[in-house]
């Protein structure tokens, strides 16, 4: 399965974005997918998955009542609705893919990962 991340760009503080991932190639709806963000010099961190028919969703903390999570299985497309965007919210985003149908919060059991789109919040 390839993943394409878009949807990233520069945004003020407070405002907000939708990112896409988009995939092709394989068979997307029974996979559980995940958004995980890397900021400079900082590792890759957990931002939210969901699982194979979007009826369980986990958020990390640090973003809980901002983002939400959301998939399209009739489009192969997952999203990431993010509002009240802070600065601390700057880094890549990237979107990732995993063999079974459950969501998970580590990075090491997801098998499929996008390229990653820029997002980044000005003061």
């Known amino acids: 399965v390839q993943l394409q991340a878009s949807g990233g760009g520069l945004v003020q503080a407070g405002g907000s974005l939708r990112l896409s991932c988009a995939a092709s190639?394989?068979?997307?709806?029974?996979?559980?997918l995940g958004w995980f963000r890397q900021a400079p010099g900082q590792e890759r961190e957990f931002v939210a998955a969901?699982?194979?028919?979007?009826?369980?969703?986990s958020y990390a903390d640090s973003v809980k009542g901002r983002f939400t999570i959301s998939r399209d299985n009739a489009k192969s497309t997952l999203y990431l609705q993010m509002n009240s965007l802070k600065p601390e919210d700057t880094a890549v985003y990237y979107c990732a893919g995993r063999s079974g149908q459950s969501s998970s919060r580590d990075p090491d059991s997801y098998i499929h990962w996008g390229q990653g789109t820029l997002v980044t919040v000005s003061s």
């Open positions: 969901i699982n194979w028919n979007g009826s369980i969703r």
């Open positions: 190639g394989g068979t997307f709806t029974t996979r559980g």
